[in-house]
């Protein structure tokens, strides 16, 4: 069956790298996702990318994907206090296949 | 262009009563996903509705139903609630795919908590 875990918590200062990891075990993720929630708050995704990428990068954002070791790590760039949320892993099979999620990684950034 | 939207969003029952819960989807958006978040837990996937029928369910009992309407809106009822159901429900919409591949980007709302006592 699918499995995506996490670390549940990251502490970081201002102004550092974040580097939040997550391992899944389903060998038929098309997709990996990473999604934002802050509280009291829906899920907002942050970024996606195919299984045939090794990484991808959006502005303060890289993803890497190791689909060998089935690895995906979301780096951060210059963390923010408005960084601070739970960071959400997820993956899924492509198309209307569900979306499994982990448990999430607390991010907390201290000024 | 409007989000998901969700209601209520706090409600408080007792065991065994029934609860429905609404979910409006995004504009464009013709999939509907529901989700469970226990607290400090990720979420975890209830069922699907695409073109009014179920596409797609998790590991839930059958207490836990839903609908799909017409204008892509849709509900999620549970029957004979028990402590257990306390969470937080997510509705998420998502695109129209081409053919059964891509990217499933979810939209969520953000939810209707609730308390079964």
């Known amino acids: 069956g699918e499995d995506v875990e996490q670390s549940l918590f990251l502490s970081v200062r201002e102004g550092d790298s974040s580097v939040i990891n997550c391992t899944y075990t389903?060998?038929?993720?098309?997709?990996l996702y990473w999604y934002k929630q802050e509280p009291g708050a829906g899920l907002q995704l942050l970024t996606y990318i195919f299984s045939n990428m090794d990484m991808k990068q959006d502005q303060r954002l890289t993803v890497l994907l190791n689909k060998k070791d089935k690895h995906l790590s979301l780096r951060i760039a210059d963390t923010q206090t408005g960084d601070s949320a739970i960071y959400f892993c997820?993956?899924?099979?492509?198309?209307?296949?569900?979306?499994?999620f982990g448990t999430g990684t607390k991010l907390q950034v201290i000024p | 262009e409007t989000g998901v939207t969700q209601s209520p969003t706090h409600l408080i029952k007792t065991r065994g009563q029934q609860v429905t819960l609404r979910c409006s989807s995004q504009s464009g958006h013709n999939t509907v996903s529901w989700y469970q978040q226990a607290l400090g837990q990720g979420p975890q996937f209830i069922f699907q509705y695409y073109r009014e029928e179920e596409n797609g369910r998790g590991n839930f009992p059958p207490r836990f139903s839903g609908l799909q309407f017409p204008n892509y809106s849709s509900e999620l009822n549970v029957n004979a609630l028990e402590l257990d159901d306390s969470a937080l429900y997510l509705c998420?919409?998502?695109?129209?795919?081409?053919?059964?591949?891509?990217?499933?980007?979810?939209?969520f709302g953000a939810g209707s908590r609730l308390t079964v006592l």
């Open positions: 997820a993956e899924s099979s492509g198309g209307y296949q569900k979306v499994t």
């Open positions: 998420a919409s998502s695109l129209p795919l081409a053919g059964n591949s891509g990217a499933n980007v979810l939209t």
């Open positions: 389903d060998s038929s993720s098309t997709y």
